[in-house]
């Protein structure tokens, strides 16, 4: 009979040798209980990883475009908002000169009150939100309209002295006739809010920003200092501050301010209108919010279908291993106890 030898070395290295293992399963295992999700998703799926993978992209795509949308919804809530100020105040000079005879004693009054409805026209439209301008349009990084003193007033005096061969300070003002100053606000006055604007006026895109605002639907999600009622509203105020009103005849005065109270109203009715459209996109974005919201909520179902683990399974799978590092510790501990010595 032959017999082998074992030394107690070896005997003492076995446990050890797969306690490593243990340790790294029930790592594992312990990781799986509380995601309940496979640690190593791949290895767990096989051939169907490459379908979790693209429900997770998708799932992806509707978070950047609900991100997407919060922004969209900032703009718009900063335009609509510098929008109702801008008609308000137009509102505001235009119903005050409804029914009122504007004698040469109320002009200084009128000014001042247009001013401040050019200045606050102005200032809107050139607001800044995070480096944007809310009213470039597309070029939203260039500032969209001039201050007026550096460029409007100028071109509006030059028109002015063109046409009538003197300008708004000579008592000649006085002579003007309505059919003259008609001629002069139908023509060169008409073609600077018109054709001129871009340039002297405006350096904004007439082109809105679009915003991709569910997978399948793109809406316009801005305004422009490029819109008609802007435009208008400009004209109505300079109108009374740049055409020499404080000289003119009571006739031809009577006649600009009937023609600035249509002008501002026409300019009210095109802005509210544009806050029309902005609450249009508004609603958009919230109803395509809302389908995203169930679309994720449907694919996060189909991911958890495909990824998750049975937590019962994972809860015995645990224990099992734990139960399996105390009986290794155990017998790696009798084992270091053997010695011949003791059997001596």
Same mark, same amino acid.
């Given at each position: 009979?032959?017999?082998?030898? %074992? ?10 040798? !797969? ?16 995601? @309940? ?12 990883? =490459? ?13 950047? $475009?609900?991100?997407?949308? +919060? ?10 908002? @510098? ?26 009054? %009128? ?19 995070? =480096?944007?301008?809310?009213?470039? =349009? ?86 422009? +200092?490029?819109? !008609? =009622? ?7 105020? !300079?109108? %009374? ?6 000289? $003119?005849?009571?006739? !031809? ?22 806050? +029309? ?25 189909? %991911? ?16 099992? $291993? ?23």
């Amino acid at each position: 009979m032959k017999t082998t030898f %074992i030394s107690t070395t070896t005997l003492w290295n076995s446990p050890r040798s !797969t306690l490593d293992k243990l340790q790294s399963e029930l790592v594992k295992a312990n990781k799986e209980v509380v995601t @309940g999700r496979h640690m190593d998703v791949g290895l767990a799926l096989g051939r169907k990883t =490459g379908k979790s993978l693209s429900l997770r992209q998708e799932r992806s795509t509707l978070d950047t $475009l609900t991100d997407s949308n +919060a922004t969209a919804t900032l703009r718009l809530k900063s335009t609509s908002a @510098g929008l109702d100020q801008v008609r308000t105040v137009a509102d505001s000079l235009k119903d005050a000169l409804v029914g009122l005879h504007v004698g040469s004693q109320d002009v200084p009054l %009128i000014v001042s009150q247009a001013k401040a409805g050019l200045n606050k026209l102005i200032s809107t439209l050139n607001e800044n939100n995070g =480096g944007q301008y809310l009213f470039g =349009g597309v070029n939203s990084k260039v500032q969209p309209l001039n201050d007026y003193e550096a460029g409007p007033k100028a071109a509006i005096d030059a028109a002015f002295l063109e046409f009538f061969k003197f300008p708004q300070s000579d008592p000649k003002v006085a002579e003007i006739t309505p059919d003259e100053m008609q001629a002069f606000l139908d023509g060169p006055l008409a073609k600077m809010f018109a054709d001129d604007w871009q340039g002297t006026w405006s350096h904004a895109s007439e082109q809105n920003i679009q915003s991709l605002i569910s997978p399948t639907e793109r809406v316009k999600t801005s305004a422009t +200092a490029d819109e !008609t =009622g802007f435009r208008k509203l400009a004209m109505g105020y !300079t109108m %009374i501050i740049e055409l020499g009103i404080a000289g $003119l005849g009571d006739q !031809t005065r009577d006649y600009l301010l009937t023609r600035v109270i249509g002008t501002l109203g026409e300019g009210v009715s095109d802005v509210t209108e544009v806050q +029309a459209d902005l609450g249009t996109a508004q609603q958009k974005i919230d109803q395509a919010n809302e389908r995203m919201s169930l679309q994720k909520t449907f694919l996060d179902e189909r %991911i958890t279908n495909y990824e998750a683990v049975d937590p019962a399974e994972a809860k015995v799978r645990v224990d099992q $291993l734990s139960t399996q590092i105390q009986m290794s510790y155990s017998l790696t501990s009798q084992i270091n106890q053997l010695s011949l010595i003791k059997f001596i």
